[in-house]
């Protein structure tokens, strides 16, 4: 299954909206942002995630190579921010893209994502 084919069982914002009510993430977490600014497209945001979080050289790069690579993280707490930036081009992906964080927030116990919004 190719990314933009997975299914979006259920809104990604509902989805997280729960990991919220998880309880805090633990205070050893390695806390890394996302600038929602510099992933215009599907290859910037990918090769951005993928800077940011140190993932291997050409790991990562597509929707399911993410969801794997964020399971396998350590603690780590993922931050985006200006969400609104976030390939305006393409709301399906942005959608699906997503997605696959919260359910990687959902599925491990070391990972934990959230959006923030700055301020202008």
């Not at 190719?2 to 805090?24: H, I, M, N, V, Y």
């Amino acid at each position: 299954m190719t990314g933009a084919e997975l299914p979006l069982e259920e809104d990604w914002e509902d989805r997280l909206e729960e990991t919220a009510l998880s309880p805090e993430p633990e205070p050893l977490r390695d806390e890394r942002m996302l600038e929602g600014s510099r992933m215009t497209d599907r290859a910037d945001a990918h090769e951005h995630i993928a800077q940011v979080l140190a993932f291997p050289p050409g790991e990562g790069r597509d929707l399911d190579g993410l969801a794997q690579l964020l399971l396998e993280l350590g603690p780590t707490s993922l931050i985006l921010a200006d969400p609104q930036d976030l390939l305006p081009d393409d709301p399906d992906y942005r959608e699906a893209l997503l997605d696959v964080l919260v359910r990687a927030a959902l599925d491990s116990p070391l990972f934990d994502f959230r959006v923030e919004e700055r301020p202008f």
